[in-house]
């Protein structure tokens, strides 16, 4: 569980033959990503998230969706789902 302002890492590996562009979307708003990246095939890449920084009042959840495209290699689009968690830790 991340701290707030602090970056969340997933680690995400291109299981596929090929090398393959995913896109990246998260569905709050507290939570920022990139957009897209291509990723050579059998590589893991390191998907970084930020937790929220500010007075935002936690906990915070969400969903990071990792999506693919149809390609030469897998004629169907995949998407893989990951559960992200930011909370706020008082200092004392």
Not at 37 to 58: C, H, Q, R, W, Y
Request: net charge positive.
């Amino acid at each position: 569980m991340p701290r707030t302002g602090c970056n969340i890492t997933v680690p995400f590996k291109n299981m596929f033959l090929q090398t393959t562009a995913f896109s990246f979307q998260v569905n709050n708003l507290c939570f920022t990503i990139k957009g897209m990246d291509t990723i050579v095939s059998k590589m893991t890449e390191n998907i970084l998230s930020e937790a929220p920084a500010g007075d935002f009042p936690g906990p915070w959840f969400g969903k990071l969706i990792i999506s693919s495209q149809r390609s030469e290699g897998h004629p169907k689009p995949c998407s893989w789902v990951y559960y992200l968690k930011g909370v706020r830790f008082e200092s004392s």
